[in-house]
């Protein structure tokens, strides 16, 4: 048997000990802090617990994708807030990778013009707070013409202090065919891809399989398009009186945030585009000459592969911080999720249950992103010995 | 073998910086691919032979050249009126509504007041010397013959010294209340304070993630997701709302150090991400080496391990002090001083109004100037751990 000073000296016993320890003091700070905040919250004579959700919120909200009114509940406020935050979220990736990608291939030119610009770009961007950014592009579209004196940026596309004007398709029956088709030639397009893969890794013979993709995916919309009758008509905005009538509006504020948030977010992207790039070897293009692939073939079949196995796990953590990022619309006064969630505490007092709301959700969308993007590591993973 | 690689495990996705050893060729030899070498015979025509191979070597690179031309030819001329030739530079804001460019009296005026925020007026040579005192130290820390025990010894002391500026109320200086405070200093202190308190808390952290004990490993992991996984925003208001909350009844803590206890933890969780990618490059032969020895965790940690970890670590610890230097901005939303604020207050004035774009212009360049200088000196800090690293 051994005694008690004796067993302090196995690594394992300590490990226990010290364990204990650690969970009795965190244990401990937690208890305190939770007993301090709730004599706290008595004291002021604020309610806890998550009922407040289901109680009228009385706020409105200046823009939202459901129908929203003043006398809805807090859930519903909040869950709008979240919307808001996932739609120009996901706006703001789409914008930002495109623009990303561009610059950083810019960096990349031969051209010297080119490559300055580039660079220029890319400095200038990543150098300044994203809050400054925000707030001017905000004060920027805040001081624009009256719509009398919008600015029409492309035909039938206005900018004015009231928000963008865009037209929108006038709709038709025929749409949801057309919407049907296209969902069908994408699943048909995943199964010529697949098809054309197989039988290259079976007979060696090359199939022609993007532009069978592209087919697969046209053809069914436009032979839809046609057999429903053609129904394409645009409600363009015109100017009535002080304000735009029909077409589609987005406001000043998401505008802003869209605007700001790619722009500043296409800085990190470019680089990123730009070291994926120059991580394949150059030696892998002269490989893809030597076996009489053309240009196109080696960038689609060598280069990429390789490249993007570099460029999605930075570019995946950009998305997040993006959307992360869009949490300065309360800045600017967009009504997104931490915007709503901070109104809904100051009114109700429930500080606690609105911030750990807002944080878990926030939460989530982070784990669920870098969940997609271990699945993506573990598939393109270099298999090695 | 990761040995040659020592910064790149991990990933840090507010600063994504290419593979150093990429960079670094890419950069010494800029066109070296592009421009293949001239006959001596053509010395002459140089800039023709270099404008044609760069500008102008393909069709697409003619067609983009004569865009960019364009595009400049569109941008330069306005904004060079703009900027400097149409610019009023001095006066009341009527010769700036009569001049067609840009307002500059509108920063001879407001300067103060963009730098110092609301601090008592005749008492503004105080924060400008905090500040000085601090650019200084931050120069010197950037040179390696520096990095030496007394290095810390003197931060401390600057840290004192700017303490004593700012608040006063010794040796003859008027106390200054910290709600006062305002501007460049705030930006300044924010962000040196909490990558400085960050630092030690992240290596703790970045130990515990590595830890054998599941306890400790849990709450740590636990603790830098979270962080790294919710936006600085919703933080801030933890730290400005919830903080009150947390203390006991009569406990009050400033809405400076909230802010601060808010952003040392947000940055600490990134920081810890860095230190664990130092921490994962040191080949494990090094521990087990120690262990060889007989040395217990901490001496192994302290002599062995650490030292060479935070070697490797120190550019991505400049790229989060960038990253801290920007987010400090936030700051503004939950109500406190810092440069952004005061710009904005600056523009407010009724008088000064339609200036707005001089005053976000020039806070943009002062935010710029310390990044961009610190980005530069993190790209040569990496460059030079290269090439020791590098045979």
Known sequence: ?385 | MSKQFPADPAPIPTAPVPPAHWAASYEEEPSQASAPPQANGMTALKPFGWAKDNLFNTPLNTALTVACLFLLWLVVPPMANWLLLNASWSGSSEACREAAGACWSVIVVKHRLIFFGTYPYDEQWRPFLACALFVAMLGASGVRAFWRPWLAVAWALTLVGMGVLMWGGVAGLTYVPNDRWGGLPITLMLSVFSIALAFPLSILLALGRQSSLPAIRTFCVGFIETMRGVPLVSVLFMASVMFPLFLPEGVTVDKLLRALAGMTLFTAAYLAEAVRGGLQAIPKGQSEAADALGLSYWQKTMLIVLPQALRIVIPPIVNQFISAFKDTSLVTIVGLYDLLTAATVATTDPEWRPYFAEVYVFAGLMFWIFCFSMSRYSQWLERLANRYTRR
């Open chain 1, 1 to 385: 048997m051994t005694n008690p000073v004796q067993a302090l000296n196995s690594a394992r016993v300590r490990g226990w000990l010290y364990q204990a320890l650690f969970l009795a003091c965190t244990l401990a700070v937690a208890w305190y802090l939770v007993s301090n905040t709730l004599t706290n919250l008595a004291n002021r004579g604020v309610a806890t617990g998550l009922g407040f959700l289901h109680r009228e919120a009385g706020f409105e909200i200046g823009e939202s994708l459901l129908s929203y009114t003043a006398s809805d509940t807090y859930l519903k406020a909040l869950v709008v807030g979240l919307l808001n935050t996932l739609a120009v979220s996901a706006a703001g990736v789409v914008l930002a990778t495109v623009l990303g990608v561009l610059i950083g291939i810019g960096r990349l030119s031969s051209n010297w013009m080119v490559n300055r610009f580039a660079t220029l770009y890319v400095e200038t961007v990543r150098n300044v707070p994203l809050l400054l950014q925000l707030v001017v592009w905000y004060t920027i579209l805040n001081r624009l013409p009256s719509p009398r004196e919008a600015l029409e940026i492309l035909p039938g596309i206005f900018l004015s202090n009231r928000g963008m004007k865009f037209p929108v398709l006038v709709e038709h029956a025929g749409h949801g065919w057309i919407l049907l088709a296209l969902v069908a030639g994408i699943a048909a397009a995943f199964a010529v891809v697949r098809h054309g893969r197989r039988r290259r890794e079976a007979t060696g013979k090359p199939f022609p399989t993007l532009p069978a993709a592209i087919a697969a995916v046209l053809l069914p919309p436009a032979l839809a398009f046609i057999a429903t009758g053609a129904p394409l008509a645009f409600d363009v905005p015109v100017l009535a009186g002080f304000n735009f009538e029909g077409g589609g509006s987005v406001t000043p504020e998401f505008t802003a945030l869209l605007i700001g948030l790619s722009v500043y977010t296409a800085g990190f992207i470019a680089e990123i585009v730009r070291s994926g790039i120059l991580a394949v070897p150059h030696g892998q293009t002269e490989a893809g000459l030597a076996l009489g692939l053309s240009p196109g073939k080696i960038l689609r079949l060598v280069i990429l592969p390789q490249a993007l196995r570099v460029i999605v796990p930075p570019l995946t953590s950009q998305y997040l911080n993006l959307t992360k990022n869009s949490s300065l619309a309360v800045a600017i006064g967009y009504p997104d999720l931490v915007s709503v969630s901070n109104t809904s505490a100051n009114q109700t007092g429930q500080v606690v249950e609105a911030v750990a709301m807002m944080m878990l959700v926030y939460l989530i969308i982070s784990l669920a992103i870098s969940g997609f993007m271990n699945w993506y590591n573990r598939r393109v993973a270099l298999v090695t010995r």
